[in-house]
T-cell receptor, first 114, second 111 residues
């Protein structure tokens, strides 16, 4: 398996534009997590899914953020409209079965909003 | 979600010196995981601790889980330049499926 695949690797966009980040989890994994990493706040859990169903989105900063998982092999994180403070590295991670297993991270998407 | 405090935030060591990072929680943890993130990279799983008082070793790395399952440590013996990166603990509380990360300890190794 190629691991967790995220796209794009880098995204530069203007304030107010819509941004969509994509993630393909490892096949067979039933948990998918979206994290945001910044110098100030570290790694923050935004939302996670179990079997394609959003379980906890309490980490989503505001209504401008939304995440979907239409099937077991694809998830998106959308920001609309984007703001400069959204600039960060966004990681997708997946894991198998329960919480007691390691999370496999994708390479991340570095988002810059100017 | 579960809260966890990780210290120190930064550590600079001379190559060959030892290094330790600590992770502390105010509540009992069901398990704790440790990850390493190289500069410009993504977090990579190192190990998971589940049992009270558990000690695991990976070459020069020693991981401990406290008896009360509220704290953990990662110790590196005789650091090398390849150890450079940020070390994170990640926790999930009893009955919780959220994996919450500490702020991490950034390790710099001076050759």
């Amino acid at each position: 398996d190629a691991g967790v695949i995220q796209s794009p690797r880098h995204e530069v966009t203007e304030m107010g534009q819509e941004v969509t980040l994509r993630c393909k989890p490892i096949s067979g994994h039933d948990y998918l997590f979206w994290y945001r990493q910044t110098m100030m706040r570290g790694l923050e859990l935004l939302i996670y899914f179990n079997n394609n169903v959003p379980i906890d989105d309490s980490g989503m900063p505001e209504d401008r953020f939304s995440a979907k998982m239409p099937n077991a092999s694809f998830s998106t994180l959308k920001i609309q409209p984007s703001e400069p403070r959204d600039s960060a590295v966004y990681f997708c991670a997946s894991s198998f079965l329960e919480m007691n297993t390691e999370a496999f991270f994708g390479q991340g998407t570095r988002l810059t909003v100017v | 979600g579960q809260q966890v405090m990780q210290i120190p935030q930064y550590q600079h060591v001379q190559e060959g010196e030892d290094f330790t990072t600590y992770c502390n929680s105010s509540t009992t943890l069901s398990n704790i995981q440790w990850y390493k993130q190289r500069p410009g990279g993504h977090p990579v799983f190192l190990i998971q601790l589940v049992k009270s008082g558990e000690v695991k070793k990976q070459k020069r790395l020693t991981f401990q889980f406290g008896e009360a399952k509220k704290n953990s440590s990662l110790h590196i013996t005789a650091t090398q330049t390849t150890d450079v990166g940020t070390y994170f603990c990640a926790v999930s509380g009893a009955g919780s499926y959220q994996l919450t990360f500490g702020k991490g300890t950034k390790l710099s190794v001076i050759p």
